[in-house]
């Protein structure tokens, strides 16, 4: 099953390498890791998208991470209100009669044209995975010269209703 995982961690050097050395050595597949600074100076925040085999392996590895000294808050967010983004450079080949058919194709993704040359285009793209892979799948007769996706960066929505018409924080 495919999960995705959030870190919160001090911004120290080896830090990224500790953690996804702890996930190799638990057998976890990383299918895209993301990493960045937080809003707090000195933090940084890590998505992980993994292929965990069952759930008691998951607990262990959430665990595990817990217990590293720059780790200071690991979630599992998968099943939780998120909000999510890729983002996606694409390199076309095209010339100059295409490019108004690839502005049609990319219009509808929110998406844009970002470099031209007189052999590629290259567009950029952002939003949830499968929008990504669409426009990815549509490109492809083109002839895709160059990609590169940053992977999946998210975190939990704000306030989400309860049953009883009340809000909590999904944060805590």
Do not use: C, H, W
Request: hydrophobic fraction near 40%; charged fraction near 25%; proline fraction near 2%.
């Amino acid at each position: 099953m495919k999960r995705i995982i959030t870190a919160t961690v001090r911004n120290r050097s080896g830090v990224l390498n500790r953690i996804t050395s702890l996930l190799q050595r638990r057998q976890f597949n990383i299918e895209s890791i993301s990493v960045g600074r937080t809003e707090t100076e000195g933090m940084s925040k890590m998505t992980f998208v993994v292929e965990v085999e069952d759930s008691q392996k998951l607990e262990q590895v959430t665990k595990q991470l817990n217990k590293q000294i720059d780790v200071i808050k690991v979630s599992d967010i998968t099943d939780k209100a998120i909000v999510a983004r890729e983002l996606a450079l694409i390199k076309i080949v095209s010339n100059g009669q295409l490019r108004a058919e690839v502005q049609g194709i990319i219009e509808p993704f929110r998406a844009s044209i970002i470099d031209v040359s007189k052999d590629s285009l290259s567009i950029q793209v952002t939003g949830k995975p499968d929008k990504v892979e669409a426009l990815i799948e549509l490109l492809r007769p083109y002839g895709i010269k160059e990609l590169a996706r940053t992977g999946l960066t998210a975190f939990v929505r704000g306030q989400q209703p309860n049953t009883d018409g009340s809000f909590q924080s999904l944060l805590g």
